[in-house]
């Protein structure tokens, strides 16, 4: 899966979390600091890219996680160990 497609279904999954616009999650935007995530939406981030994407991601290392493009790697990561 190509980084482009990785990165729009992730906006996509973050605005579907927090009940935003995807044009609000820019790439270098931090869950907390510029979009206003909580503790329990970062779990709900994780589960909803586990759902989304269908891969298992280690619970203490993506809520390690703190910008879009974080999450854009680590799932590319996740998805090419995945195959």
Not at 20 to 45: P, T
């Amino acid at each position: 899966m190509e980084r482009g497609e990785i990165q729009s279904r992730v906006r996509k999954v973050i605005a579907g979390v927090l009940k935003i616009a995807e044009e609000e999650v820019a790439a270098d935007a931090n869950f907390v600091f510029d979009l206003g995530a909580d503790s329990m939406q970062s779990l709900e981030f994780v589960a909803a890219f586990e759902e989304e994407f269908e891969i298992e991601m280690d619970e203490a290392a993506a809520l390690e996680i703190q910008t879009v493009d974080g999450a854009v790697e680590f799932i590319a990561g996740a998805l090419a160990t995945q195959r």
